[in-house]
């Protein structure tokens, strides 16, 4: 039997679902209920000093549908607007409704020794399991030097990182960004500053576009609007790059995000690395209702595979990940045409003439294909609208 329990720097994982730090987790009641429904634990809206202004922009969010679904998701959201005290409050009654939780702190402060350490310090007091430290917002908070502008900056994300670990009497992750050239480069410079582990990815900085009718921007706050924060299933490539790049360059333990709707999405972020996974948007699309295919479809998986637990996935695909020039350039692959599916349509042969090879062509309504001037690319197979093109050695 494969069970889901997994363990962190020591701290027990029921499953390794968690609410990742955004509206979710911004009160004690919600995520009571999320536990009652049966998430492993809950990283808290982000805490931030009391008297740091939060002062939120209306409307905040944007989307990308595809057929009625949200795809892509973005936020101009701040952080958490209770207190300290609410927090702490909240963490002792949460921790001894569902002791079996994991519970995480995400704390976010103005540059300064005193106003990190005051807030871990005020926590080490509550039984929280651990702490993330927000390197990462990438809208409002730069602007004011932190958020994203900590986390762009391997100097300043050493400076704090040192700070809190100094006072913190819990494992600390740091959530970096996925807003700069080399996320490996940042973990491994608050890795060498102490850090026990990763979050990532936060959210990635975008612009949502224009009405072209009203010539308005999209996410419109009184006729202008600002870069903001995408999420969802278009980010989840780029999250899963970076914890791929994170994981090959560190051995600490990585909790992973980014676009995950769906049982098959986390089981990717594990196999990059992570050793557990948060999700934001899924639930606030569809509820924290979605923990139950989440936790089935997962199990399931490593019973079919004859997986003990989460630890026979993790890191599975990061030795297949390797650079441009060390591919087998041997390797060839060309387009097989089903000849049941093909409705000789020429989408395929208009496209690979008009991409530099002319490998395919349209004789008698059926399809040729010129091995000579194949390169193997398999764009054919991308657009073939049929899916009667597959490619094979
Ligand atoms: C509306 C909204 C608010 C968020 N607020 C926070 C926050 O306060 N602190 C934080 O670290 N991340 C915050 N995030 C980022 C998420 O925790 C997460 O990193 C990101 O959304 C990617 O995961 P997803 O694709 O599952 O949403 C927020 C995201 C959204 C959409």
New binding site residues.
């Given amino acids: 039997m494969a069970t889901l329990k997994t363990s962190v720097l020591g701290i027990e994982f029921e499953n390794p679902f968690l609410l990742?730090?955004?509206?979710p987790t911004a009160q004690i009641e919600s995520i009571d209920k999320a536990f009652e429904l049966g998430w492993g634990g809950a990283?808290l809206?982000?805490i931030t000093p009391d008297d740091l202004e939060m002062i939120e922009a209306s409307p905040r969010?944007s989307c990308i549908k595809e057929k009625n679904q949200v795809i892509g998701?973005q936020?101009i959201?701040l952080?958490?607007h209770k207190t300290i005290k609410y927090w702490c409050d909240g963490i002792r009654y949460l921790k001894e409704k569902h002791p079996t939780k994991v519970i995480i702190a995400?704390i976010m402060a103005p540059v300064e020794k005193d106003e990190w350490q005051n807030i871990v310090k005020i926590l080490n007091d509550t039984p929280v399991d651990a702490y993330?430290l927000?390197f990462?917002?990438p809208h409002g908070m730069p602007e004011r030097n932190i958020g994203m502008a900590i986390g762009t900056s391997t100097e300043i994300s050493i400076l704090i990182t040192t700070w809190v670990k100094s006072v913190a009497k819990k494992p600390v992750f740091v959530?970096l960004t996925p807003n700069v050239t080399d996320i490996a480069w940042v973990a491994r410079a608050v890795e060498d500053a102490g850090t026990d582990g990763f979050a990532a990815?936060?959210?990635v900085q975008g612009f949502m576009g224009l009405n072209l009718d009203t010539l308005e921007p999209n996410l419109c706050i009184d006729g202008c609007t600002t870069y903001g924060?995408c999420?969802?299933e278009i980010?989840r490539p780029i999250?899963l790059r970076c914890v791929a790049q994170i994981r090959q360059n560190s051995k600490l333990p990585i909790l992973g995000?980014?676009?995950?709707s769906n049982w098959q999405d986390a089981a990717q972020y594990i196999a990059v690395g992570s050793d557990a996974v948060?999700?934001?948007?899924?639930v606030?699309m569809n509820g924290y209702g979605v923990i139950k295919g989440l936790k089935s479809g997962l199990l399931n998986y490593l019973e079919q595979k004859g997986m003990d637990s989460i630890s026979d996935l993790k890191n599975i695909a990061i030795e297949k990940i390797i650079a441009h020039g060390s591919l087998n350039k041997k390797y060839f692959v060309c387009p097989k045409i089903d000849k049941e599916k093909c409705v000789a349509c020429g989408k395929c042969t208009k496209i690979c003439s008009e991409s530099e090879y002319s490998a395919l062509s349209l004789v008698e309504k059926e399809i040729k294909l010129d091995k000579e001037k194949c390169q193997g690319c398999s764009l054919c197979s991308i657009v073939c609208p049929q899916n009667a093109i597959s490619m094979g050695k």
């Fill in positions: 990742a730090s955004a509206p990283v809206k982000t969010y998701f936020n959201e952080l958490s995400s993330e927000n990462s917002c959530k990815i936060n959210t924060g999420s969802g980010v999250g995000m980014g676009g995950i948060q999700v934001c948007t899924e606030m």
